[in-house]
């Protein structure tokens, strides 16, 4: 990310690839600078990594069209990203340990905060991947287990993010007008992440309550994230519309609203797979239709805004500095294989099969580039690379 203009309560500043330029400029509790240290550089962001690589595992499992070798190619891709969660995760442990005024910053950075939403839907992409891929290497109960274990923790975090955050920009921030990103959906997306993955969990609980209950929460964490990104997509289509286009290091981020978009549409369809075995057949009945009536609509106004998003990037393409909101193109766009995927089991129109796939071929061609770009960052680049 480049700079984008924000004022806080006690000073003005512009933030920068990454993290903001006051959160680079900090110093470490050892007096070294931020990029002097790999670990010092690691940010919540990173966790976006595991989101994409993980669901070109998850999005493989539901194309309609099935190549051979394309399951066990998902399963091995689903333990890569599974190793990175982990990972990551213990990296992230050692950061908070080592450099706790850094980690802190991250948090009361108006950039880097909105980031807090990627690690528990990284959390939920593996789990659910333990589900569809694991089940078959270490057995259903083993798999079912790691995923409620992955599920609650994404869905906790993420509902703490989903409120802290915009708490935190309601009081303790003063955005411009012109200060919206597609980053700022990231902290209400998880809610809907849980729903559609929680989904999946439904046929292993007990019939009865506790079967109605999951699906209830579900279905409300569906609308909480639903309404909230409705909100934000609104702003920044008025802000790429009123004001100067975004810096060059954060249209990627513009491909984020096709997360909770593509995601809404699957979980429509997940709920709506499982509410026979939760609810009443006259409510099961209303849930198939809902994730007709709903899902089409806002595929279709999913496909609108990819388009505008391929269009915006290739029109800035040979600006666009790389850094680590290019895993933008990963996630969302994996949700839309997803959700195409979900209205074609549900309606059997040949559309969605053709659009999930193609979009799928997109995908892995998204994923290499930005994984080739990461990896070479990593190892030639400033990414994490240690400065001597």
């Known amino acids: ?18 993290t903001s330029a006051a959160l680079r400029r900090a110093d470490s509790p050892r007096g070294e600078s931020i990029g002097s240290n790999s670990l010092a550089k690691l940010a919540p962001n990173w966790f976006a990594v595991v989101m994409g690589t993980g669901i070109v595992a998850n999005a493989a499992a539901t194309l309609p069209l099935q190549f051979p070798g394309m399951r066990g190619a998902a399963t091995l891709v689903w333990a890569v990203a599974a190793a990175l969660l982990a990972v990551l995760a213990v990296a992230w442990v050692l950061h908070w340990r080592r450099y706790p005024d850094q980690a802190r910053a991250h948090g009361m950075n108006p950039i880097m ?15 659910a991947g333990a589900l569809l891929f694991g089940s078959e290497v270490i057995g259903l109960r083993a798999a079912v287990a790691i995923d409620w274990a992955l599920w609650s923790a994404g869905t906790v975090l993420g509902l703490l993010t989903a409120a802290a955050i915009p708490y935190r920009m309601f009081t303790r921030h ?6 919206a990103f597609g980053g700022w959906l990231m902290p209400v997306v998880p809610p809907m992440v849980s729903a559609a993955l929680g ?15 999951m699906l209830v929460a579900c279905l409300a964490m569906f609308g909480l994230s639903l309404i909230a990104a ?25 491909w984020l609203v096709l997360g909770p978009l593509g995601q809404s549409v699957t979980a429509a369809g997940a709920l ?14 209303g849930f198939e239709v809902f994730s007709v009536l709903f899902g089409i609509p806002t595929w279709g106004f999913a496909m609108l805004w990819l388009a505008l998003a391929i269009a915006v990037t290739w029109h800035f ?22 959700g195409s995927s979900a209205l074609f089991a549900r309606t059997g129109a040949d559309l969605f099969a053709v659009v999930a796939v193609a979009l799928y071929g997109l995908l892995v061609g998204a994923f290499v580039i930005v994984a080739g770009k990461t990896v070479h960052g990593v190892l030639h680049g400033d990414l994490l690379r240690v400065r001597g």
């Open 113 to 127: 905060m909105q980031f807090y939403g990627a690690p528990p839907m990284a959390l939920m992409t593996i789990g």
């Open 272 to 285: 709506a797979n499982v509410a026979p075995g939760a609810v009443p057949e006259r409510y099961a009945a």
């Open 1 to 18: 990310m480049t700079t984008l203009t924000f004022r806080n309560h006690t000073e003005s500043s512009r933030s920068g690839s990454g």
């Open 230 to 254: 409705f909100v934000l997509i609104t702003i920044l289509w008025s802000r790429l519309l009123h004001h100067d286009p975004l810096p060059m290091g954060m249209v990627a981020t513009v």
């Open 317 to 338: 393409r040979r600006e666009m500095p790389f850094n680590m909101t290019w895993w933008g193109f990963t996630f969302p766009l994996g949700t839309c294989v997803t």
């Open 199 to 213: 989904a999946l969990l439904i046929p292993h609980l007990p019939a009865g309550q506790p079967r109605l209950t």
């Open 174 to 179: 003063s955005f411009e007008q012109d200060a």
